[in-house]
């Protein structure tokens, strides 16, 4: 069984160019209208309460979040790393 192990926040950025580098090639994105609970799913799969901020207003996502995340195999112990990226809502909020 795998599971999540460790997860930590890395850095905002306003667009992708200024995303931080990285060796790890693995990304999970999220991505969807505003609202939803982008950052709420974020935090519920790392058991995390406060790693993604979470509003009830939408469009309080307005950067690109990074997040390491370790994962680990429980039936071999092998460790492997992903990087989590919340994305801002689309097409509801105001903002």
């Known amino acids: 069984m795998i599971e999540i192990?460790?997860?930590k926040f890395i850095t905002s950025?306003?667009?992708v160019s200024a995303a931080p580098e990285s060796d790890v090639q693995d990304e999970v994105v999220f991505m969807a209208r505003s609202n939803?609970?982008?950052s709420s799913l974020l935090?519920?799969?790392t058991n995390h309460k406060g790693l993604a901020k979470v509003?009830?207003?939408p469009g309080k996502?307005?950067?690109i979040n990074?997040?390491?995340v370790t994962f680990i195999n429980r039936e071999d112990s092998v460790k492997s790393i992903a990087k989590f990226v919340d994305l801002p809502g689309f097409g509801y909020a105001k903002v």
């Open 43 to 45: 935090n519920a799969l």
């Open 5 to 7: 192990v460790d997860a």
């Open 55 to 57: 509003s009830s207003t």
């Open 36 to 38: 939803v609970g982008k």
């Open 13 to 15: 950025a306003p667009n």
């Open 61 to 63: 996502t307005k950067l």
């Open 66 to 68: 990074y997040f390491n």
